[in-house]
């Protein structure tokens, strides 16, 4: 969050959901509230339903399951980056 809050705009921000101090869903929805309107996929490890609509709700975009195979990773994080391609279908 503080590089958004001192003017830097990341290309695409990826996020572990169970951090310490601040967690991926209190992250998530600062940077929305800071005007980042950029990508935000989320790392977790707890794949029900109704945390990937909590994960939509605080702002990301896209989620992966851990553990993370480099391949997904790399296709979704392509697919967030391309232009006006955002909260479609993802390989999982």
Same mark, same amino acid.
């Given at each position: 969050?503080?590089?958004?809050?001192?003017?830097?705009?990341?290309?695409?921000?990826?996020?572990?959901?169970?951090?310490?101090?601040?967690?991926? %869903?209190?992250? &998530?929805?600062?940077?929305?509230?800071?005007?980042?309107?950029?990508? *935000?996929?989320? #790392?977790? $490890?707890?794949?029900?339903?109704?945390?990937?609509?909590? %994960?939509?709700? &605080?702002?990301?975009?896209?989620?992966?399951?851990?553990?993370?195979? *480099?391949?997904? #990773?790399? $296709?979704?994080?392509?697919?967030?980056?391309?232009?006006?391609?955002?909260?479609?279908?993802?390989?999982?």
């Amino acid at each position: 969050c503080s590089q958004v809050e001192s003017g830097l705009r990341p290309d695409l921000v990826v996020l572990d959901m169970q951090m310490p101090v601040m967690d991926g %869903f209190e992250t &998530a929805t600062r940077l929305r509230a800071m005007g980042y309107e950029g990508p *935000v996929l989320a #790392l977790t $490890a707890n794949v029900l339903p109704e945390t990937r609509e909590r %994960f939509m709700a &605080a702002g990301c975009d896209d989620f992966l399951a851990k553990p993370v195979r *480099v391949q997904q #990773l790399l $296709a979704v994080c392509e697919r967030l980056l391309s232009p006006g391609s955002r909260s479609d279908e993802s390989p999982r």
